[in-house]
């Protein structure tokens, strides 16, 4: 009987951790299989390629974390990437700075963001419906600006932002990393981050506590509508041109399942930062590994599909606990 | 989710003598906001197509509103689905696929007759369902996620029978199943008629059976539907079908039309216009309410207004977006305020 019910004990303890941990499972079973069957893997350029292609990926899933955190969900991030580029293409074909034209980039994301919050906060209208609203009038938007047409832009900063190292880190990869610390330490260590939590987990109480859960919801939502601009800028730079029908598309979904994918639970109330920015590196290592592999496109979209439900599967909450 | 809940409206009887005619005007306001917020779709349809009619000559053309009509159908019965799927308290964000894959199914079987074609096609969107709705109600996981996964894994599934995307099968030779598309029954195409039948079962389905009992009372409140006894996972599991045979019939219905020769792309973002097609018809994302009469005049309003940029105003495609977009808003924002005024009070 003992040894039954430790038996017993043990399985849950292993179901408890591949729950938390599953992520990183399944990025290290991902690792090892690229250092078994990809030639050439283990190398710094491998690793230097995925850091300089998963920074985007990361800086939007952050933002994202932190609204699915509330129990809502942005769907407009990958429109607003198109505004920033588009903003940041019409300020330096008009011969800003480039610093001025980032700046403005930003600005333009931050402001969607902000008028996202007040749609959900004060309107209250569902986070889905008034993020789908900015997807599709927010890329309208971007292709009014630029007229509808790719621009290139030949800017020197975009080279070092596109090559830029510091001890052999791309200098995209140092900016996501220190993004992440920072959302990190927001949600772990200020106040805000605590309401952030509160409003996620029932916001009707939250209001009954007396917290200001619209302030709380619209800042949140101008953090991820500001991180998306951010990616979007860098978007821009590594494509050398703003290409708004282009930039940012379906970045929505990979965002979210990188969210997912990490452990963040789709009701809010919870958020996990590392395991976020775990799960858009698995994502990105993945479509590598598919495309290194020669798998056609289409063997690749179904091998996602079945990833994200054995994801989300693994870390379901336990029965008991509902 | 943490949905304010609208029964804690209080009731309707006046309280004391002095302020019967007061709470009377209240609950007439609140009747009237009500009945704006539930029917507004039709109401902004009707007011949109006078207006339409009045200030843009060509907008009111019998060839202009037919076609109107018949590039509505096949959003409108994917949004029919969606409508059972939403008021069930999910969402299916798979049907944009399931779209593709059976107009390109019915496609690849029409040389093998049209029965064969329209046969295998509804059974594979069917499939694309009924796996999901398994997911979704025996594994509990959460729709969103599980229909993005299919989303994606379904147009990968397209992309692989059309050797990725290279190949456009097409309908050689005159096909019977043909005139589901082309044909027309007093001067409407046939899309039109079927779509008007699709909604005509659904909303029978919905308000008269037992089914469409359950589906609303599974999307109000699921736990107590668990304790009524009601089965919760077989209508959670039986909606993602519905959704499924809708978006494959829209797809048949393409195929049919246009003879074949999609893109493997075709059906890219449709979810997206279905559920603002539920959302503007009045449907609460949160489950448990929503009309099929709504979701009707929400595509038909989403389609009026596109065909009124196009023919009034003579915009570019991307202000169109804007204006789709900027659209969808104002409206969703409007229902959200009247339903508050209607129902409880603000927290």
Same mark, same amino acid.
């Given at each position: 009987m003992t040894t039954l019910a430790a038996n017993l004990r043990d399985r849950t303890a292993i179901a408890a951790w591949t729950r938390e941990h599953g992520v990183y499972l399944a990025l290290l079973v991902l690792v090892v299989f690229n250092a078994i069957?990809?030639?050439?893997?283990?190398t710094v350029d491998t690793v230097q390629l995925l850091f300089s292609q998963v920074p985007p990926v990361i800086i939007v899933s952050l933002g994202m974390a932190l609204v699915i955190g509330t129990g809502g969900v942005d769907l407009s991030v990958g429109s607003i990437m198109a505004i920033a580029s588009a903003v940041l293409a019409k300020f330096v074909t008009g011969g800003s700075p480039i610093g001025v034209a980032m700046l403005a980039a930003v600005a333009a994301g931050l402001l969607v963001g902000v008028f996202n919050g007040l749609v959900v906060a004060i309107a209250r209208v569902q986070p889905i419906v008034a993020t789908l609203g900015v997807l599709v009038a927010g890329r309208g938007i971007a292709l009014v600006i630029t007229g509808g047409a790719l621009v290139e832009l030949f800017v020197p900063v975009f080279k070092d932002i596109r090559l830029g190292k510091f001890l052999g880190i791309p200098y995209v990869m140092i900016v996501a990393a220190l993004l992440a610390v920072a959302v990190s330490f927001l949600v772990r260590r200020t106040a805000f981050g605590y309401r952030l939590l509160a409003v996620g987990g029932n916001r009707r109480a939250s209001v009954l506590a007396g917290l200001p859960v619209r302030r709380t919801l619209v800042v949140v939502y101008a953090i991820s509508g500001t991180l998306a601009a951010v990616a979007g800028v860098i978007a821009t730079a590594r494509l050398r041109a703003s290409d708004p029908s282009y930039i940012g598309l379906l970045m929505e979904l990979t965002a979210i399942t990188a969210v997912v994918v990490g452990g963040t639970s789709l009701t809010g109330g919870r958020v996990r930062i590392l395991g976020t920015v775990t799960g858009a590196i698995l994502i990105q290592l993945l479509e590598t590994t598919l495309v290194s592999h020669n798998a056609p496109d289409s063997v690749a979209r179904m091998v996602e599909a079945l990833i994200i439900i054995a994801a989300v599967y693994i870390q379901r909450p336990a029965r008991s606990s509902r | 989710m943490t949905a304010p809940a609208p029964a804690t409206k209080q009731p309707p009887v006046a309280v004391a003598a002095d302020h019967g005619g007061r709470e009377a005007a209240r609950a007439r306001a609140r009747a009237l906001t009500s009945l704006i917020s539930r029917n507004g779709a039709v109401a902004v349809l009707v007011l949109v197509v006078l207006l339409g009619a009045l200030l843009v000559?060509?907008?009111?053309?019998p060839d202009n509103l037919r076609n109107v009509a018949l590039a509505a159908s096949f959003i409108g019965i994917i949004a029919a689905g969606m409508t059972f799927v939403i008021i069930c308290g999910g969402i299916d964000l798979s049907v944009g696929s399931t779209y593709a894959l059976a107009t390109i199914i019915s496609a690849m079987y029409a040389p093998r007759g049209s029965f064969i074609a329209v046969g295998y096609a509804l059974l594979a969107a069917g499939l694309v369902g009924l796996i999901q709705g398994l997911i979704i109600a025996r594994?509990?996981?959460p729709a969103f996620i599980v229909t993005l996964a299919g989303l994606t894994g379904v147009r990968g599934l397209v992309y692989y029978i059309t050797n990725e995307g290279n190949d456009h099968p097409q309908i050689e030779g005159f096909r019977a199943f043909e005139t589901l598309g082309t044909g027309s029954l007093a001067t409407i195409g046939t899309p039109v008629w079927i779509m008007l039948v699709v909604f005509a079962i659904g909303w029978w389905v919905l308000n008269r059976t037992p089914f469409g009992q359950s589906v609303q009372a599974v999307g109000g409140n699921q736990g107590a539907a668990e304790l009524m006894g009601l089965p919760v996972k077989r209508t959670q599991t039986i909606v993602y079908v519905v959704s499924g045979l809708c978006a494959g019939l829209s797809g048949i219905l393409t195929t049919a039309l246009s003879g074949g020769g999609q893109? *493997?792309?075709?059906?890219?973002a449709y979810e997206l216009s279905a559920i603002a097609a539920v959302v503007i018809g009045g449907t609460l994302l949160s489950g448990g309410v929503g009309s099929m009469v709504g979701t009707l005049a929400g595509v038909l309003l989403l389609f009026v207004i596109q065909n009124l940029i196009v023919?009034? *105003?003579?915009?570019n495609s991307y202000v169109q977006q804007v204006v789709s977009g900027g659209f969808l808003l104002v409206v969703v924002i409007l229902q959200a305020v009247l339903s508050r005024r209607a129902g409880t009070a603000d927290t």
């Open positions: 069957a990809t030639p050439n893997f283990l | 000559p060509s907008f009111g053309k594994l509990r996981l893109e *493997a792309r075709i059906g890219d023919q009034g *105003a003579n915009l």
